[in-house]
C-alpha cells in the first residue's frame, strides 16, 4: 500500500511564493568627486647637546671569576668523570 500524502515538510517546498513588485532605480546619481587635499607635514628637528660621554660601568674581577660557566652549568665534568667511571667498570669485565 503506498503512502500518497506528503509530509508537512515536503508541503512547504511545493508551496508557491508570494511575489512582490519592486521597483529598481533607472537611473543614479553621480557620486560626488572631491579633489584630495595635502595636509602640511611639520619635520621635527632636534638639535645635539653637548653632554659628557658615560663611561662603562666597571665590573670587579671577582664577580667575573664567580659566574657560572657554560660547563660548570649542565656538570659536564661531573658527567665526564661519571662516564670515564662506567667505561673502565665495562673494559675491566670484557
Not at 17 to 37: E, F, G, H, N
Not at 40 to 68: D, G, V
Not at 76 to 91: C, G, K, P, Y
Amino acid at each position: 500500500m503506498l503512502n500518497l500524502t506528503l509530509d508537512v515538510g515536503m508541503e512547504s517546498i511545493f508551496k508557491t511564493t508570494s511575489r512582490i513588485d519592486v521597483q529598481t532605480p533607472t537611473s543614479m546619481a553621480p557620486l560626488p568627486i572631491t579633489t584630495p587635499t595635502m595636509a602640511s607635514s611639520t619635520i621635527a628637528t632636534t638639535t645635539p647637546t653637548s653632554q659628557a660621554p658615560t663611561l662603562p660601568t666597571i665590573i670587579p674581577s671577582e664577580i667575573i671569576q664567580n659566574l657560572p660557566s657554560f660547563g660548570s652549568l649542565f656538570c659536564f665534568n661531573d658527567r665526564l668523570r661519571s662516564l670515564e667511571e662506567h667505561f673502565s667498570e665495562v673494559t675491566q669485565t670484557n
